[in-house]
Each structure stands twice: as C-alpha cells, then as structure tokens.
C-alpha cells in the first residue's frame, strides 16, 4: 500500500485498523517516518512495516 502525500490523511481516515496489513514504504526520510506513524497509529505491526528511505546524491 503506498501513501503519497494527499493519500496520508485519506489513510488514516479510511482505515480503522491495519492489523493484518503489510505497509511498503520508500521515500525521503520525513515522507516515510509520516508513514511509520501513520501505519503503527492503525495498529499494523512494526514487523509487518517494510521500508526504504533515500535521499538526493550531494
């Protein structure tokens, strides 16, 4: 399940519970610790949370 920006909120709205979900992540280090949040708030398990964050080559 991914989570864009205007998505976030929808998320967390529509979902009463993440319990049984897998969330997959990949993104900038705020937009995937938002979604970290977001997921462990609908109770999904830390274990079932799969992500990746990058970040611009400087």
Same mark, same amino acid.
């Given at each position: 399940?991914?989570?864009? #920006?205007?998505?976030? +909120? +929808?998320?967390?709205?529509?979902?009463?519970?993440?319990?049984? /979900?897998?969330?997959?992540?990949?993104?900038?280090?705020? /937009?995937?610790?938002? $979604?970290? =949040? $977001? /997921? =462990?708030?609908? +109770?999904? $398990?830390?274990?079932?949370?799969?992500?990746? #964050? /990058?970040?611009?080559?400087?």
């Amino acid at each position: 399940m991914a989570i864009g #920006k205007l998505r976030h +909120r +929808r998320f967390v709205e529509d979902v009463a519970s993440a319990k049984e /979900f897998t969330g997959y992540i990949c993104g900038s280090e705020k /937009f995937v610790d938002a $979604s970290v =949040k $977001s /997921f =462990k708030r609908r +109770r999904m $398990s830390p274990r079932r949370i799969r992500r990746e #964050k /990058f970040s611009a080559a400087g």
